[in-house]
């Protein structure tokens, strides 16, 4: 199937997706906020792999993997268009995302990835796996 859009209205709306500040990421922020957990930083730079949020003294890396982008388990739709790219690019997601644990296990950090929807469906046991993790 070819797509529905043309190369204009695509790039348009790909353009449209953001990176930071995602929509799951200022919920964590809000959630992390309203426990009174401090002591993290915003894409920080210092590592590897763009972590959304990070406790550098607890060396705690937080991603949220969109469910579309990082093929969620439990509600990853495939697409009907362009399917070939769409499935190489969510393929190198999962390359890139399974490379990124390993180097930063291999250096000290400790990972948490967090599901889109997990934010969205049980905030308070998002917050509480990060409050563990925290200890």
Not at 18 to 24: G, V
Request: glycine residues 4%; hydrophobic residues 30%.
């Amino acid at each position: 199937m070819t797509d529905v859009l043309t190369k204009k209205q695509r790039s348009y709306n790909m353009s449209q997706i953001r990176s930071k500040n995602t929509e799951p990421e200022l919920t964590l922020r809000k959630l992390l906020s309203k426990n009174k957990i401090s002591g993290y930083r915003l894409h920080y730079k210092k590592i590897l792999g763009k972590p959304d949020i990070v406790f550098p003294r607890k060396k705690l890396a937080i991603f949220i993997d969109g469910c579309f982008w990082h093929k969620c388990p439990s509600c990853f739709i495939r697409p009907k268009s362009r399917i070939g790219f769409w499935n190489k690019k969510i393929k190198d997601n999962l390359i890139r995302d399974k490379e990124v644990n390993k180097s930063l296990k291999k250096n000290g950090w400790k990972i948490l990835r967090v599901w889109e929807h997990e934010l969205r469906e049980k905030p308070n046991k998002v917050c509480q796996k990060i409050i563990k993790q925290l200890q």
